[in-house]
């Protein structure tokens, strides 16, 4: 009777291992070709000086999708609906980011740098399509962000610039979201600044009893700026 108590427990082992092994596996959106534009509102808070205090309002909506395949062993839990492996996701992502911060600016060189920090509002609504069921889910959520950017003017209309920040959520399941810019500013007009350029900007999110998230967006960007 030992011996075969002995000999069970190797088996149990083995099928408490393939349990761990199938654990639920993150959802990935991955687009390498997403249009990324935004608009931005400025507000001077001194005016009559070269740099200074400023407060600026932002908007952004962006939209990508990718497709994930599953493994046998994997699992993706999506809004309570469970996908199973072998299976391909088809996935569509939209994004839309708000932002409030307060910031300061200096120059240096005639080149102007920036540091700023605020509230940024993040939702994200998820389409997931599995080749028997499909899921949807709306994520929301308050970040606090820091961020930095820069401004080197190349031509009395034309400048090169760049903008990095990073944010972390204060509400909802824990979020982190990071977006990067480079690209040229076009002055058209006086109190209006046009960004053309290259965006990326990545979030992950750990999601209690689903699938975490993993997003990654590149891909050109135009915005517009307008001080007042």
Known sequence: MSTLRICGIPALAASLCAAACSSVTPL??????????SGRVRVDLQRDAPGGWFVEGAF??????????????????????????????DIDA???VGELVVGSCVLRENVRFSLYSGLQTIDLDLEVQGSSQRASDQRSSQSWLVGAEFS??????????????ISYSVSGDELTA??????????????????VGLSYRTLTQVVAGASDIDLEFFGPALGLRLDV
């Open 94 to 96: 939209s994004l839309r």
């Open 28 to 37: 990935i959106v991955h687009d390498s070709a997403v249009f990324a534009p």
């Open 152 to 165: 080197a003017p190349m031509r009395s209309w034309l400048t090169l610039d760049g903008r990095a920040d």
């Open 178 to 195: 990071q977006q990067f810019e480079l690209g040229v500013g076009l002055l058209p007009v006086p109190y209006a600044r046009v960004f």
């Open 60 to 89: 952004s909506d962006t939209e990508g999708d990718d497709r994930q395949g599953l493994a046998s062993s994997h699992t993706v839990v999506v809004d309570n609906v469970t996908f199973t492996g072998p299976d391909t996701l």
